[in-house]
């Protein structure tokens, strides 16, 4: 096939005579192609770069505007609130967001659990608590008796006309919840050892804090009542969201 299927597409375009004809016969290589493609087995990885340069596939990080209807029917299908659909404002935002799939009429929205990994070893210039490179999204566990990893994230399927509009943010990474647990089990080492017997109780117990679902809306809440976390304000500058409460709390120093 690799030498038969451009020799013939080379003869059509040799014996055409006028323009007419070598459009046709680029048509012809052009349907050719995946034949080609498919022998070389690299028909999917081509695919796949078509989707990652359109956007129609996995968006790491995003931020998404939409109606207060569609936050309400994002918020009932998820269960919980991640946007506030009784805003003034005729559109609300929602982040962060992964968008899984744009392909065809309906959008895949996933939502992810956050973590910060605090590292042991922390200079001077990179001591911030909100560094993006801290926080991961928390997107897999392994299940029992198995070697394979299960998605823990939310998904909501909509119309992906519902969505008006969206920006990409910066790639967070996602980390492993075994990873999660492992590391958290290390720095409760003593504890655990003095009591075994509530061991299973407790790891449920973190593991429910672990999962739980934090977004901007939860972010703006906590900042208002002054109780937000790292986290919170991680969201506040990833999402870009800058609200005078968390500047009041945070005043830019004098220099």
């Known amino acids: ?4 299927i451009p020799t013939l597409c080379s003869v059509i375009i040799v014996i055409a005579k006028n323009n007419k004809q070598i459009l046709y016969a680029l048509f012809l290589c052009f349907l050719l192609l995946p034949f080609i493609l498919i022998v070389i087995n690299r028909l999917a990885n081509v695919t796949f770069l078509s989707i990652r340069v359109f956007q129609l596939g996995e968006i790491n990080s995003v931020r998404i505007a939409v109606t207060k209807e569609t936050c309400q029917e994002i918020n009932q299908t998820l269960g919980k609130k ?3 659909s009784q805003s003034l404002e005729p559109h609300v935002p929602i982040c962060p967001v992964i968008i899984k799939s744009r392909i065809g009429n309906q959008a895949v929205l996933e939502f992810a659990h956050l973590d910060e990994i605090k590292s042991e070893e922390k200079n001077a210039t990179d001591n911030k608590s909100n560094n993006p490179k801290n926080f991961y999204w928390i997107t897999t566990k392994q ?3 198995s070697n394979e990893n299960t998605r823990i994230t939310q998904v909501v399927i909509l119309d992906k006309s519902k969505i008006l509009s969206w920006q990409p943010l910066a790639r967070i990474k996602e980390k492993d919840f075994n990873d999660i647990k492992k590391t958290s089990s290390e720095k409760n080492t003593a504890s655990a050892l003095s009591a075994p017997a509530a ?3 407790a790891a449920n117990s973190a593991d429910n804090d672990t999962l739980k ?3 901007l809306y939860d972010a703006k809440q906590k ?3 002054g109780t937000a976390s790292d986290i919170d304000e991680f969201l506040l500058k990833h999402c870009r969201e800058d609200t005078d409460e968390f500047n009041n709390k945070n005043p830019t120093p004098n220099k």
Do not use: F, G, H, W
Request: proline fraction near 5%; charge should be negative; glycine fraction near 0%.
């Open 223 to 225: 900042i208002s009542a």
């Open 82 to 84: 991640v946007c506030n």
């Open 1 to 4: 096939l690799l030498v038969v």
């Open 213 to 215: 679902l934090v977004t």
């Open 199 to 201: 061991s299973e109780p």
């Open 143 to 145: 299940a029992d008796n």
